[in-house]
């Protein structure tokens, strides 16, 4: 089986930063792109970051300039670090990865449990 656990959410003022953490652990023969979702209170879940293996990325417009996503592939862990944070900011963010489990195996999504990040005065 496959788990990815996110950490690092939390409140934080307007303005202010935080840094997500995601480690992928289990049966893992590769991991492709690797991403950050949010989700806010009665509005679908958005895509915030993703980066692939080689390290291209793909921002939100919403987050361009202020949050930035980046992996570690030896620990199977993608991060992102969130700057100048806004109230509209707020929400669940949930980690990504397509994955695959053995050298032949299918690509797959999984997802974490998400954290929860709140920016408020």
């Known amino acids: 089986q496959v788990q990815l656990v996110e950490s690092g959410g939390g409140l934080v003022q307007p303005g202010g930063s935080l840094r997500l953490s995601c480690a992928a652990s289990?049966?893992?023969?590769?991991?492709?792109?690797m991403g950050w979702y949010r989700q806010a209170p009665g509005k679908q879940r958005e895509l915030v970051a993703a980066i692939t293996r080689g390290g291209g990325t793909n921002y939100a417009d919403s987050v361009k300039g202020r949050f930035t996503i980046s992996r570690d592939n030896a620990k199977n862990t993608v991060y992102l670090q969130m700057n100048s944070l806004k109230p509209e900011d707020t929400a669940v963010y949930y980690c990504n990865a397509e994955i695959t489990q053995t050298m032949f195996g299918y690509l797959r999504d999984y997802w974490g449990r998400g954290t929860q990040v709140t920016v408020s005065s």
């Open positions: 289990g049966s893992i023969f590769s991991i492709n792109t």
